[in-house]
């Protein structure tokens, strides 16, 4: 179970970075 729950961190963390990354690119873009 121990394998499950770190995959299941890692996608969350993934997840989150995503939506990161999106918000700062979209302020990028409308910057501009």
């Given at each position: 179970?121990?394998?499950?729950?770190?995959?299941?961190?890692?996608?969350?963390?993934?997840?989150?970075?995503?939506?990161?990354?999106?918000?700062?690119?979209?302020?990028r873009?409308?910057?501009?």
């Amino acid at each position: 179970m121990i394998l499950w729950n770190t995959l299941g961190t890692i996608g969350i963390a993934l997840t989150v970075a995503v939506i990161v990354l999106a918000v700062i690119w979209l302020r990028r873009l409308s910057r501009k």
